[in-house]
């Protein structure tokens, strides 16, 4: 029986190279964003790459969600890479209680900063943290063990030590190969990454962390008070 992994994730994290960390090994396939089409027909939010995106997947969430669950896989593991914002508020979550999750997070001044230069205006919706506790405490009522809450900055600090443990929190042996991986694109790869994915398909591991100078301005700000108790709640829960 395949081993599903949820990583839940917002956007401006360091998921696309968590997904190529699991892609390296050798047991384990990749899923990337499966909802994005849902979530982007439901909500109509003008994300870069719009209609290639909805021709690229399935719209229905049920269809998704019986897939990510129950679909074929013909790896011992899968890694399965969600955007929290994906899952709406009437999201039926019960396709998901019998996988094995983690939840990966960011300081939210360095997703706001990012999401804005990327994309503009930015909500607390948009980066997802909210979401991301709701989805914490929500499938921790159903997991044998606890779930793995895991800071980016840990991984990319190190990546030799911060691996080998989130592992082992998911009851999963660790590969050194997850350290390192070949450059370039990916058949798994969603359509978008022809958009967001430049530096991830330039790199070989995970990226050396950099001390990030800069200002928010107002409606940033807000939006990173907004969330911060969020994200302090998370850091609580890692171990």
Sequence with gaps: MTIRIAMWSG????????????????????????????????????????????SSQSRFYNEVANEMSE????TPVQYQKHMTQHMLNECDLAWAKN????????????????????????TANDIGIRRQVELYDYFSQFSERPIPVIDSA????????????LCDSLDIPFSDKMLSWRKGKR???GVW????????????????????SFTLNKSQQKVVDEVMPYYEYLKTKIS
């Design 99 to 122: 996988l094995r999750h983690c939840v990966l997070i960011r300081d939210p001044a360095y997703v706001v900063n990012s999401y804005t230069n990327s994309r503009g205006d930015c």
């Design 187 to 189: 058949e798994s790869d």
């Design 193 to 212: 990454a022809s958009h967001w994915y430049h530096s991830v398909e330039a790199s070989t591991g995970f990226a050396k962390p950099k001390e990030a």
């Design 71 to 74: 679909g074929k896989c013909d």
């Design 11 to 54: 956007p401006r994290n360091i998921s696309t190279a968590m997904m190529r960390s699991w892609e390296n090994r050798e047991d384990c396939s990749v899923v990337d964003e499966p909802f994005y089409a849902y979530y982007l027909q439901q909500t109509q939010s003008p994300h870069p790459m719009f209609e290639e995106v909805l």
């Design 154 to 165: 840990s991984i990319l600090a190190s990546p030799e030590t911060a691996l080998p443990h």
